[in-house]
């Protein structure tokens, strides 16, 4: 079962910050964080690997709760740039090689 | 450096026609992954790859998939006699090892089966 995210979408005027979420429903070794744009492939943007580990890129930052299975990506004083599908994808602990990506939140940023 | 590139960039087949979809990872890369990525959803694994051993295909949706990587490098995803659910975008990616590193994706291969 794929992890869920949320918001599923969300629009934000250039500057304000925003935070997305990802929830399994499995024992998470790792999640990665990617941005994907219409027609392109995803862009990796961090990974995570221990609980309770926080990443800072940029004004561009992540959590990782091991224990609650969640991840949480928190943009700050977003940019047009920002825009696009925000997917994360997870490794479940003992499971050998399939990173298995979340729903999806599409985030657009406006002037 | 270069990145992970992938051919052709869009393929149009008739229903029954094979295809074969080219991937050429990050050089020094040892793992490669493949994925399929339906419209508006998240790429969905379908097999891995580590040097030219072959360790899990379990995300294969059918025999008509077939994936290898001779020499550790290059690796062509085949899909036999496509049908129009077949239709997506194929990604591949690579990364230096397996779960605690990141994965670079390539372009994708747009297939459309009519």
């Known amino acids: 079962q794929q992890p869920v995210q949320s918001p599923q979408a969300v629009i934000l005027r250039e500057g304000e910050d925003a935070v997305i979420n990802c929830s399994s429903s499995?024992?998470?070794?790792?999640v990665h964080w990617y941005r994907q744009k219409h027609g392109e492939a995803p862009v990796f943007l961090m990974i995570?690997?221990?609980?309770?580990e926080q990443k800072g890129h940029d004004k561009i930052s992540a959590s990782f709760n091991e224990k609650k299975q969640q991840s949480s990506l928190y943009l700050t004083a977003s940019q047009l740039s920002y825009s696009g599908t925000y997917f994360c994808?997870?490794?479940?602990?003992?499971?050998?090689?399939?990173?298995?990506f979340g729903t999806g939140t599409r985030l657009q940023v406006t002037l | 450096g270069a990145g992970v590139s992938q051919s052709p960039r869009y393929k149009v087949a008739k229903r029954g026609q094979d295809v074969a979809l080219r991937c050429d990872p990050i050089?020094?890369?040892?793992?490669l992954f493949w994925y399929q990525q339906a419209l508006g959803q998240g790429p969905e694994f379908l097999t891995y790859?580590?040097?030219?051993?072959?360790?899990?295909k379990s995300g294969l949706p059918s025999d008509r998939f077939f994936a290898e990587r001779p020499e550790g490098s290059v690796s062509t995803l085949k899909i036999q006699r496509t049908q129009q659910e077949d239709s997506a975008v194929y990604l591949c990616?690579?990364?230096?090892?397996?779960?605690?590193?990141?994965?670079?994706f390539g372009p994708g291969t747009r297939l459309t089966v009519t």
């Open positions: 990616a690579s990364s230096l090892a397996l779960r605690g590193y990141e994965q670079y």
């Open positions: 499995k024992a998470l070794y790792s």
């Open positions: 995570l690997l221990k609980g309770g």
């Open positions: 994808g997870t490794f479940a602990t003992g499971t050998a090689s399939k990173l298995t």
């Open positions: 050089s020094g890369h040892v793992s």
């Open positions: 790859f580590q040097n030219e051993a072959q360790l899990d």
